[in-house]
Nanobody, 126 residues
Framework: QVQLVESGGGLVPAGGSLRLSCAAS????????MAWFRQAPGKEREFVAL????????KFSDSVKGRFTVSRDNAKNRAYLQMNNLQPEDTAVYYC???????????????????WGQGTQVTVSS
């Protein structure tokens, strides 16, 4: 079992930055695929970014590519989502997720992940 807790959300003006943190506890953190999703009101949960530590692979949705970066600190059992040049359309609840396997073709699907945090709200004002 892995427990995930997100933090770092808040209210920022358009063009601003935030760094989200995901603290993990439980089983060996470094073995998991770490991903970030977001869900805006009335919309489905959508993939944002992923980091496969062992493979060194990073994936981003087209909507955040070039603005968001991902990283992790296995010694601290934390994953991070750095969000730059935030726009109002980035407003959502952001979730970190951990998966025991990496699905190269379907990593964007929420059902590929076994553990989820409670989410943190990000609001970008125009």
């Amino acid at each position: 079992q892995v427990q995930l807790v997100e933090s770092g959300g808040g209210l920022v003006p358009a063009g601003g930055s935030l760094r989200l943190s995901c603290a993990a506890s439980g089983r060996t953190f470094s073995n998991y695929v770490m991903a970030w999703f977001r869900q805006a009101p009335g919309k489905e949960r959508e993939f944002v970014a992923l980091l496969v530590w062992i493979a060194g692979a990073e994936k981003f949705s087209d909507s955040v590519k070039g603005r968001f970066t991902v990283s992790r600190d296995n010694a601290k059992n934390r994953a991070y989502l750095q969000m730059n040049n935030l726009q109002p359309e980035d407003t959502a609840v952001y979730y970190c997720a951990a998966g025991e396997s990496y699905y190269s073709a379907t990593y964007q699907l929420p059902q590929r992940y076994d553990y989820w945090g409670q989410g943190t709200q990000v609001t970008v004002s125009s």
